[in-house]
């Protein structure tokens, strides 16, 4: 099955804070399970968007990360991004660059659904740390059409 993105994506909405729902397992991630994580978007002039990711453990300890979100494609397929969080000297090489693809959207931006075409990276994000369950699982739902396998899901965020 094949993995779609929105057909639109309007950068500007997607600006600020999101909370971290739900999430795949990845390398990148390792051992944030029950933590809340955070993720600000900030559109540059541009066109580019900073990404800042930051983590409270259980402990209380806390981690963050800044990167950079493009468009290369913004006329044609607004929602298929690419994400660097390497140093800003290393991203002239292209395989710094990660997919960032926005497959699910709630039409006043409250909630997000993104992935990849290899279907190893996936999350639900919103804009509070907690999400209506007939939300959760409808986003769940469209994944899973598209072949996510979900059976590892991590819920990080809380779900009403």
Same mark, same amino acid.
């Not at 580019?48 to 290369?72: E, F, M, P």
């Not at 999350?123 to 999400?131: D, E, F, N, S, Y």
């Given at each position: 099955?094949?993995?779609?993105?929105?057909?639109?994506l309007n950068l500007t909405c997607?600006?600020?804070?999101?909370?971290?729902?739900?999430?795949?397992?990845?390398?990148?991630? &390792?051992?944030?399970?029950?933590?809340?994580?955070?993720?600000?978007?900030?559109?540059?002039?541009?066109?580019?968007?900073?990404?800042?990711?930051?983590?409270?453990?259980?402990?209380?300890?806390?981690?963050?990360?800044?990167?950079?979100?493009?468009? &290369?494609?913004?006329?044609?397929?607004?929602? &298929?991004?690419?994400?660097?969080?390497?140093?800003?000297?290393?991203?002239?090489?292209?395989?710094?660059?990660?997919?960032?693809?926005?497959?699910?959207?709630?039409?006043?931006?409250?909630?997000?659904?993104?992935?990849?075409?290899?279907?190893?990276?996936?999350?639900?994000?919103?804009?509070?740390?907690?999400?209506?369950?007939?939300?959760?699982?409808?986003?769940?739902?469209?994944?899973?059409?598209?072949?996510?396998?979900?059976?590892?899901?991590?819920?990080t965020g809380a779900i009403e």
């Amino acid at each position: 099955m094949t993995i779609t993105s929105v057909s639109s994506l309007n950068l500007t909405c997607y600006m600020g804070k999101w909370y971290e729902i739900a999430r795949l397992p990845n390398p990148f991630q &390792r051992n944030s399970e029950g933590s809340m994580v955070t993720i600000d978007y900030t559109l540059n002039q541009d066109g580019t968007v900073s990404v800042h990711n930051a983590v409270v453990y259980k402990d209380g300890t806390n981690q963050s990360v800044d990167g950079l979100l493009i468009s &290369r494609y913004p006329d044609n397929y607004s929602a &298929r991004l690419e994400l660097s969080f390497l140093p800003s000297w290393l991203r002239w090489i292209p395989f710094v660059w990660g997919k960032y693809w926005v497959i699910g959207l709630d039409t006043d931006y409250k909630w997000s659904v993104v992935g990849e075409p290899s279907k190893r990276y996936f999350w639900i994000l919103a804009r509070q740390p907690k999400l209506a369950n007939s939300t959760f699982e409808q986003a769940k739902a469209n994944a899973t059409n598209m072949g996510y396998d979900l059976n590892n899901l991590i819920i990080t965020g809380a779900i009403e």
